[in-house]
């Protein structure tokens, strides 16, 4: 069935400096890729997300990529504050369903101040 | 606008009982998707409805059911609770058809199974 990979486990930065999460879908009849934040005690909360006919898309301080060929789609947060400390999610669209996510295992980002 | 929310917050079970949970979609969202959350799985997809019918299901026994109502507003129900039924409920609601995909995730609810 559909796999999506998450790496790394955790990531820990200096504030100010980048943090790239990566991810790798199994399925190339995926088509929708979004991108979770959770903090303690919370839901996840959708920060960016992105279509397969769509290569790049930023908002603010948040971009996410997606190499269709590789199957292969990043998370890249410019200019890390304490804030950003969180678990970062993954997700794949099912091959049979949109509304069908297969999520990564989990990225718990730490921001240092 | 209003979340997603979720109730109740937080329950606690015996083994061999049965749950009823519930979750009010953002208002306007026709989809209703329902996700288990564990420390050893992850996040896992239960099953999603649209317009009071389930469109796609997941890997879970029979034990996992839903429903959707008129209004949209969702239930899932667990009978003969396990263990391992322990989790957080996700309930995520979209918009769907033209309306795009993403999927917006209410608080959960954290159900203790003893």
């Known amino acids: 069935g559909e796999n999506v990979e998450q790496h790394p486990s955790t990531l820990s930065v200096q504030e100010g400096d980048s943090a790239v999460i990566k991810c790798t879908y199994s399925d190339s009849a995926s088509n929708y890729f979004p991108w979770y934040k959770q903090e303690l005690g919370k839901g996840p909360q959708l920060i960016i997300d992105i279509r397969s006919n769509v290569g790049e898309k930023k908002d603010q301080r948040i971009a996410v990529t997606l190499n269709k060929t590789a199957k292969h789609f990043s998370l890249h947060i410019t200019e890390t504050q304490p804030e950003d400390s969180a678990v970062y999610f993954c997700?794949?669209?099912?091959?049979?369903?949109?509304?069908?996510?297969?999520f990564g295992s989990g990225t718990r980002l730490l921001v240092r101040p | 606008k209003a979340g997603v929310t979720q109730t109740p917050r937080y329950l606690i079970k015996t083994r061999g009982q049965q749950v009823t949970l519930s979750c009010s979609p953002i208002?306007?969202?026709?989809?209703v998707s329902w996700y288990q959350q564990t420390p050893g799985q992850g996040l896992q997809f239960l099953f999603e409805y649209f317009s009071e019918t389930q469109r796609n299901k997941g890997n879970f026994p029979g034990r996992f059911s839903g429903r959707q109502f008129s209004n949209s507003r969702s239930e899932m129900n667990v009978s003969t609770l396990e263990l391992g039924d322990s989790a957080l409920y996700l309930c995520?609601?979209?918009?769907?058809?033209?309306?795009?995909?993403?999927?917006?995730f209410g608080p959960g609810t954290r159900l203790l199974v003893l």
């Open positions: 208002s306007g969202h026709r989809s």
């Open positions: 995520a609601s979209s918009q769907a058809g033209t309306g795009g995909l993403a999927q917006y």
């Open positions: 997700a794949a669209s099912s091959p049979d369903s949109s509304y069908k996510l297969i």
